[in-house]
């Protein structure tokens, strides 16, 4: 979430496993305690969602290796390229969904990267925007966000902080009612990074 001088990456603690049988193919939980969004520097942190295992290693595991490089980055830009490296080498292209934000000297940035596509994009080009960047199993959080009307250019970063940890707790106590998946817990981690003048 981009509001006025913060950031605020928030995720849920939820890993889902899928395993194979004679008679096709179930999910079950495999921790409510996953780290999924990472600090880099006080200026600079990113988050995953999706695929938490590739090729039998998790991806926390492969993330907490790679920062000592990513520790080096000094915009988001950096970070980004460093992860595309770590995941796409020789020609590979699997990794899970990517949000890294940061500040780039005094202004922020907000990188996106979907699962399996190489191109990042920029969610918020132009500096009096703000809102809310989802990704994941978000369809109830978009619901909440698309059908309200939020003033982010007047929360306080207490505000943002509440309204992120409301959209997973909502989303995950939903889901308990749905006859899908339930892949997202109440679980979650959120981190603020704060415009430094």
């Known amino acids: 979430?981009?509001?006025p001088g913060a950031l605020i990456?928030?995720?849920d603690c939820r890993v889902i496993g899928t395993q194979k049988s004679k008679s096709g193919s179930y999910s079950y939980i495999v921790s409510d305690t996953e780290q999924k969004t990472f600090p880099i520097h006080p200026r600079l942190a990113f988050s995953y969602s999706g695929d938490a295992d590739l090729l039998g290693v998790p991806v926390s595991f492969l993330l907490k290796r790679?920062?000592?490089?990513?520790?080096?980055a000094?915009?988001?830009?950096?970070?980004a390229s460093l992860l595309l490296d770590l995941f796409?080498?020789?020609g590979k292209n699997r990794h899970p969904s990517f949000l890294i934000s940061g500040y780039n000297g005094s202004t922020p940035s907000v990188l996106d990267l979907?699962?399996?596509?190489?191109?990042?994009?920029e969610q918020y080009p132009l500096a009096d925007v703000y809102g809310v960047t989802t990704m994941g199993d978000n369809a109830i959080a978009q619901s909440l966000?698309?059908?309200g009307t939020y003033d982010f250019h007047l929360f306080r970063i207490p505000d943002a902080v509440n309204f992120a940890r409301f959209l997973i707790e909502t989303t995950a106590r939903a889901q308990s009612f749905q006859k899908t998946r339930q892949t997202v817990s109440t679980n979650c981690d959120i981190l603020v990074l704060c415009e430094i003048r």
């Open 1 to 3: 979430m981009k509001v």
């Open 9 to 11: 990456l928030a995720s």
């Open 66 to 72: 790679a920062m000592p490089s990513l520790n080096k």
């Open 74 to 79: 000094e915009s988001t830009e950096e970070a």
């Open 88 to 90: 796409c080498r020789d």
């Open 114 to 121: 979907p699962a399996g596509k190489t191109e990042w994009k």
């Open 145 to 147: 966000i698309e059908r």
